[in-house]
């Protein structure tokens, strides 16, 4: 296996994973791996995490956009809580940590295109997202309602009215009401039950005008 032979199987690829060389070249996984490490320090490739990797800019045909790997690093995946959020602009940061839900085992990765954190949730929790697109690659993120769930379901304490308003949630019209009660009463959460109450009392006075949501 020489480098020419992998940019010409994965040039076109964003990454890549161990799997795909093993399944490719006749070598043997221990010495792709090794030889792997070697292109990393060298600069020919970056890994994403192990086992994961894609080839410098240099080499690399197609882009590599953050939010598409979020769901490629860790599966099943998809992004939700506070990125998700920010995506759209439903607070008024752009949140740069990938936070994405999972029911498989937390997990965490750093890496040079970001930093991206897997927050466990149960798997009949795991629904309410779609597709989006960006730079022509499509990934999966929660709907607004899910985000919102999926955020205060994962930040423990009591979501207030106090704590709720602290979020300076905004553009609440592009929540729907129904949607977040109906997808609240999967959790079987009294606790998120609450929040989602206190919540549609916000953006009521925010229709109304007597609050900034």
Same mark, same amino acid.
């Given at each position: ?5 992998? %940019?010409? #199987?994965?040039?076109? /690829?964003?990454?890549?994973? &161990?799997?795909? *060389? ?7 996984? =221990?010495?792709?791996? %090794?030889? #792997?490490?070697?292109? /990393?320090?060298?600069?020919? &490739?970056?890994? *994403? ?7 410098? =800019? ?156």
């Amino acid at each position: 296996m020489n480098y020419g032979d992998v %940019v010409k #199987l994965v040039g076109a /690829m964003p990454c890549f994973d &161990l799997a795909l *060389l093993a399944q490719a070249f006749d070598d043997r996984r =221990e010495a792709i791996r %090794v030889q #792997l490490s070697r292109w /990393m320090k060298q600069g020919k &490739l970056i890994g *994403l995490r192990r086992g994961m990797y894609t080839l410098s =800019e240099t080499y690399r045909r197609a882009p590599l956009v953050p939010a598409v790997l979020a769901n490629q690093l860790y599966r099943p995946s998809c992004l939700s809580g506070l990125w998700a959020l920010g995506h759209y602009d439903l607070i008024p940061e752009r949140v740069v940590r990938f936070t994405s839900v999972t029911p498989r085992v937390p997990r965490r990765f750093e890496n040079p295109f970001g930093v991206f954190d897997y927050r466990n949730i149960k798997q009949n929790c795991f629904f309410g997202f779609s597709s989006a697109v960006v730079g022509g690659q499509e990934f999966l993120v929660a709907e607004p309602e899910k985000a919102l769930l999926d955020h205060w379901h994962l930040t423990a304490g009591e979501w207030t009215m106090e704590r709720l308003d602290e979020m300076r949630y905004q553009h609440a019209a592009r929540v729907d009401a129904e949607r977040l009660k109906l997808y609240a009463q999967r959790f079987r959460s009294p606790r998120l039950d609450r929040a989602v109450q206190r919540w549609l009392r916000l953006a009521a006075d925010a229709e109304q005008g007597t609050v900034a949501l």
